[in-house]
């Protein structure tokens, strides 16, 4: 820490010693992050917590200075002023530093700050946004919400500065268990964060405190399937036929709670807990797990803890001897205040279970946050204890829970509860996913399709899919209602095949999402973001209906019914600065400024950046997880240089990279492979997009350096090539890659004039124009509202455009305008 000198305090004094007295403590812990404990007793806490376990952090640039009314704390980021008595209003600030000057963005401890309309955020049909600003972070539970429900504050806020309250979280003990505080009344410990509108450096900070993000095994960010329903081994296993049939990979196997035994004697209570299999239904556990293991599927089972061992399991008298007890019949209590119960709770009850084939458990705990000990919070002991265990006893912990609190990052994977079908339900999940990144939660798992209630929508169902293949786990689920599967082929067409195309997608992108994962644990960056880590405009706080995902694509899921007469549905986009090409579409947008986009029931805008790459498992190749170095299709966004690092994962655990490069002024494509990747993936195949390819030779210039062009073909705005490598280094190189262009947009406008619900007559004169002027002169006769109509014809009401079907052509046919 840099201390000033003492020309330079107000009042002579050790800089040192004013950063503690009998009752405060203040700690710099970075240039954006400060401490701040007010202690009745003066008894400090030093001891890690369930959100701070690191503060020993390198010594950041501060000045200390001694103040007439106390000290002044100054960074490149904040200054702090506090006139070192009991915390107050007017006695302790923090005032942000760097851009953000309006007297708004100084905290103050338990200021009433309203702020103007004009900058209140509201979700649609949902509240304002907290008085401070705050962007949200995470919610412990989905459960029974319909729509909206409240975010616990985030690192991140509008206003420059966030405050974490630690004062009641729980600490570590010197064997890493977790122990309530036993902090006295009144004692207070906050981490205020003033990192403006650096939220990425925020985030930064907050990993820094509370340590990474885990790294997941690849097999979770393949699609789960979940039900809760009582299967049969023989019916589960004939599922796992039916979607391999199908051609649906799946990678995780989940068994909901009917796997153990559920309708028990009343006098044991109910049957939500259970360790023991129902052999009616499971007569081999053992043999039903090793099969689901050959398909190359993990398995999880879902467990409810809250009423302990009672005397009908298995493992109840061996529990009884682990606890040193008679095995009298008198239930075993779940205790997690009790060291001996969580020793055997998992080196008997769980340690069985797991050697007949379970790789990790759904902790669906339902019980609050109370235990025998006040502040003792079981989600977080279950979460802790069980993450650590499975890290212990497999190549890579995982868990699937509820988010507990600042800190749960460490513990994936997230589990948001049971969400109800509905529009609304939808809608409000890609916002909490990516709020999540602002407290470091990065591994959501929604129930993707909805869990219960709601209604039979395919629609809904079609764009819930498309959404969880770009969320962070994509876990199929629903409810034990036999009308409400979420088996693909119960999707009615043309949703159906959406469904199948993009839970193949997402097996496909496995390169892309493992890259992710090791980003997310080495960079602190989640997978999926809000758009405001990137820009910092007053929209982009506005559009929080899409969100990046990854490194180097946009997405913006369809959450809202399809227009009736335009028969698609929209989506309302902000991009960043820059030229972003729709990767299913084709189209090129500027970025700079909003655009609502139209997408039948097949897509949603999937926008990957200029410059950018987006890796797939080539069309034809093995989607089984177990695939680590498939062929790959490498999309590649034109209009401007760029560079993109695939990192993959070998089954010894090290990590390999090939690095992507893209030059649009030199207009050469190269690609550095590791040594020796060439005799695994000899192959490339590139898909390049948003180029100009009118001219009839376009890319009749194509050199290869490296290896052999093997074939070239354009299809719809496309160019696809196909490259033999013969070493390590591959250099494309044409004059093609220095331009940019747009798809020919006449057969879309037909293919959407086509489904449109408007007259035959308006149809062919809508195209006519599109054939007689082009898509330009169209663009500005829909702007105007002028349409030539027929002559001595009636004209009815189909016949005038609606507002929605002009806003579509105009987006179909001048997307980069």
């Keep these: 820490m840099r201390h000033t000198d003492a020309s330079h305090r107000s009042v002579p004094h050790d800089p040192s010693s004013l950063l503690q007295g009998e009752h405060y403590r203040v700690s710099p812990l970075t240039e954006r992050v400060v401490r701040l404990e007010w202690s009745p007793s ?42 070192r008595g009991p915390f107050t209003t007017n006695g302790l600030s ?22 103007p309309s004009d900058r209140q955020v509201r979700y649609e049909g949902g509240p304002a946004r907290a008085l401070d600003g705050n962007l949200g972070g995470a919610a412990r539970t989905l459960d029974v919400a319909d729509g909206v429900i409240p975010l616990e504050p985030g690192v991140n806020s509008e206003l420059g500065y966030a405050v974490i309250d630690d004062s ?69 296993l004939g599922l796992m036929d039916r979607f391999d049939a199908e051609k649906v990979p799946l990678s995780v196997a989940v068994v909901d709670m009917d796997w153990h035994l559920v309708d028990i004697d009343p006098q044991y209570g109910s049957g939500w807990t259970g360790y023991t299999w129902n052999r009616e239904l499971f007569d081999d556990p053992a043999a039903f797990q090793a099969e689901l293991h ?102 890579r912990g995982l868990t699937f829970s509820r988010y507990a609190g600042p800190g749960s990052h460490r513990y994936p994977v997230g589990f948001s509860g049971d969400a109800i079908i509905t529009w609304e339900s939808l809608a409000f999940q890609p916002r909490m996913t990516a709020a999540g990144a602002n407290i470091g939660y990065g591994w959501w798992s929604h129930d993707i399709g909805g869990h219960m209630d709601g209604f039979k929508d395919d629609e809904l169902a079609t764009r819930w899919v498309e959404f969880g293949v770009f969320s962070p786990i994509m876990r199929l689920h629903s409810s034990n209602s036999r009308f409400s599967g979420k088996e693909p082929w119960k999707v009615a067409e043309p949703g159906r095949s959406a469904v199948v195309e993009h839970l193949r997608l997402r097996h496909r992108m496995l390169p ?10 080495r960079d602190g960056r989640s997978i999926v973001e809000p758009v405001y880590f990137q820009t910092h405009s007053f929209d982009s706080y506005r559009y929080l209906d899409e969100y990046l995902f990854g490194s180097q694509l946009l997405v913006a899921p369809i959450i809202r019914p399809a227009d009736p007469v335009v028969r698609r549905a929209r989506a309302d986009v902000l991009l960043p600065e820059g030229r972003w090409t ?18 039948g029931i097949s897509s949603i805008p999937v926008l990957l950046r200029a410059g950018g790459f987006l890796p797939l498992v080539a069309e034809g190749e093995s989607l089984d997880v177990r695939n680590l170095f498939p062929a790959l299709d490498v999309q590649v966004a034109a209009g401007a240089s760029g560079s993109f690092d695939l990192d993959e994962e070998r089954t010894d655990g090290a990590w390999v990279r090939t690095r992507f490069e893209l030059d649009a002024v030199a207009g050469e494509l190269r690609i550095e492979a590791p040594e020796g990747m060439a005799a695994r993936r000899q192959e490339w195949r590139f898909t390049l997009l948003g180029l100009d390819l009118g001219a009839s030779d376009a890319g009749s210039d194509l050199q290869v350096e ?78 105007q509202g002028r349409y030539p109509t027929g002559h001595g014809a009636q004209v009815h009401d189909y016949d005038h455009p609606t507002a929605e079907l002009i806003e579509a052509l105009i987006e179909l046919m001048t997307p980069e305008d």
Excluded at 76 to 81: A, C, K
Aim: proline share 4%.
């Design 42 to 83: 003066g008894r400090f806490e030093d001891r890690p917590t369930t959100f701070a376990i690191h503060r020993d952090l390198p010594v950041p640039d501060v000045r200390v200075e001694a103040t007439d009314t106390g000290i002044r704390l100054v960074t490149n980021h904040y200054v702090l002023d506090y006139d």
């Design 94 to 115: 923090v005032a942000v530093r760097g851009g953000i000057s309006n007297y708004h963005s100084v905290w103050r401890y338990r200021q009433d700050l309203s702020l």
């Design 168 to 236: 009641r979280s729980m600490v570590f003990d010197d064997a890493g268990h977790l122990a309530p505080r036993d902090a006295d009344p009144g004692y207070l410990d906050l981490y205020v964060f003033a990192a403006g509108h650096d939220h990425v450096d925020a985030v930064g900070d907050f990993f820094a405190i509370s340590g990474p993000q885990p790294l997941l095994p690849r097999y979770a960010l393949g699609n789960w399937w979940s039900r809760y329903h009582r299967y049969s081994d023989t019916e589960y």
């Design 294 to 395: 050959r398909r190359g599927l993990k398995v999880t089972l879902n467990v409810h803890p809250a009423d302990g061992i009672r005397a009908f399991e298995e493992t109840y008298e061996p529990m009884c001897r682990a606890l040193g007890r008679e095995p009298d019949g008198e239930p075993i209590d779940f205790d997690v205040t009790d060291r001996r119960f969580m020793d055997a709770y998992f080196n008997v009850l769980h340690r069985g279970l797991e050697e007949q084939g379970t790789d990790f458990w759904w902790i669906d705990w339902q019980s609050g946050p109370y235990s025998k000990l006040n502040g003792m919070d079981p989600l977080w002991v279950l979460n802790h204890e069980h993450f650590t265990d499975s890290a212990a006893h497999s190549d």
């Design 512 to 521: 892309y999402l493992n890259s992710m994962n090791l980003r997310a644990h």
């Design 582 to 599: 729709d990767v299913v579409t084709g189209h090129s947008y500027q970025g700079g400024r909003a655009h609502r986009m139209y997408r």
């Design 706 to 783: 490296g290896g052999e062009l093997l074939e070239v073909r354009s299809e719809r705005g496309r160019l696809k090539l196909r490259v033999r490598a013969d070493g390590d280094t591959l250099v494309i190189r044409s004059g093609l890659l220095t331009t940019t262009g747009q798809p020919e947009l006449l057969e879309e406008v037909e293919e959407l004039l086509h489904g449109a619900r408007i007259g035959f007559g308006l149809k062919d004169r809508i195209f006519g124009l599109v054939e007689e002027r082009g898509s330009s002169a169209l663009a500005s006769v829909i702007a």
